[in-house]
């Protein structure tokens, strides 16, 4: 699974939607899940989450869902992370009384 972060990018822009099962490795699925239940989001909406935040932020997708497992076992997180991280899930919320 060492295939890198440019292999899941173009995965997921050449239409396929979320890679195949087994494109991800275990602390990629696990922020994931700490994703969905805190932002109460799909896995498709994680993922673009976990894309764009290491994206916007220049920190490698794996490192951002270590990062993103470890925060969701302590709830320490780095300050550049929990302000994309705030942004990306302001984003997603639907409008007040919808």
Do not use: N
């Not at 173009?10 to 932002?39: K, M, N």
């Amino acid at each position: 699974m060492a295939e890198g972060l440019e292999v899941l990018v173009s995965d997921r822009e050449g239409g396929a939607g979320r890679p195949q099962p087994g494109a991800f490795d275990a602390v990629v699925d696990q922020a994931a899940g700490v994703l969905i239940a805190v932002g109460r989001m799909t896995s498709a909406e994680a993922w673009d989450v976990l894309r764009e935040t290491s994206m916007r932020t220049d920190i490698k997708l794996r490192h951002v869902a270590e990062l993103l497992v470890e925060w969701g076992r302590t709830g320490a997180l780095c300050a550049d992370i929990r302000t994309e991280l705030d942004r990306q899930l302001a984003q997603r919320r639907p409008a007040p009384g919808l």
